[in-house]
């Protein structure tokens, strides 16, 4: 067959097999009616029948040129159908706290735990005060309200359980004992025990009612 294609003036041309695709580029060079690649020997022309079509640019560009993010042909079709390069990972940088601190949510600052749950917003982003909505009267730390008066302490001095409101016991007698919130009547109905001493040993009950079925807990 014919040989006939433009010759470009520095013999030189990038040449794909697919019009759809760079994926696979390669460089040649021109000499008469033959073709050289930058890797292998002599090779026909006739070989790259189906590649010849790039030869239309009239431009030609060097291998590492293509897919490089920047446009050297004045079609711009060495960079389409580029290969997607996913960027660098940026390792975000670890905030480190002194002793005594903690770090906000977002990752941009320290606060002293004596600001946390404070009523005050010490960390821009607000976290030092969410989730915290009882602060220990130690001040030593935090307790979600969810937790105050539930029966059992969160907080080391137990203040979480301290002052809760009372909720009356099932009626077993006239006298009705009211017992707070976290806690349940003995069975003598004279005094009330906090659920967190039920079963933990120890009789808390004259009668030491919140010491039975406990598995031998006495």
């Known amino acids: 067959g014919s040989c ?17 695709s760079w994926k696979k580029v390669e ?17 026909l ?22 897919c490089d993010g920047r446009s050297h042909c ?28 903690r770090p906000c949510a977002d990752g941009t600052e320290c606060v002293l735990y004596s600001h946390v749950c404070d009523g005050e917003n010490d960390c821009k982003d607000g976290s030092d005060e969410l989730g915290y909505d009882f602060r220990c009267k130690d001040r030593r730390s935090c307790v979600s309200k969810s937790l105050v008066c539930d029966g059992r302490s ?4 137990g203040s ?27 069975r003598d109905g004279a005094e009330c025990v906090l659920f967190s001493h039920v079963c933990d040993g120890e009789r808390d009950c004259r009668d030491g009612s ?9």
Do not use: W
């Open 45 to 66: 022309i006739l070989s790259y029948l189906y590649i010849i079509e790039i030869l239309f640019l009239r431009s030609c560009i060097a291998r590492n040129l293509i």
């Open 210 to 218: 919140d010491e039975e079925g406990c598995g031998g807990l006495l």
């Open 160 to 186: 979480d359980e301290v002052d809760c409101p009372s909720v009356a016991a099932p009626a077993a007698r006239a006298n009705i004992l009211k017992c707070r919130m976290g806690s349940r009547l003995c």
């Open 4 to 20: 006939t294609f433009y010759r470009p003036d520095n013999n030189e041309f990038a040449a794909r097999q697919k019009p759809s």
């Open 74 to 101: 004045h079609d711009g079709s060495d960079e389409v159908d580029c290969p997607i390069v996913a960027p660098p990972t940026v390792r975000a940088n670890v905030l480190k706290c002194r002793k005594g601190l």
């Open 154 to 157: 969160h907080c080391h001095d």
């Open 27 to 43: 460089h040649f060079r021109l000499c008469c009616s033959y073709v050289f690649t930058l890797a292998y020997f002599l090779i």
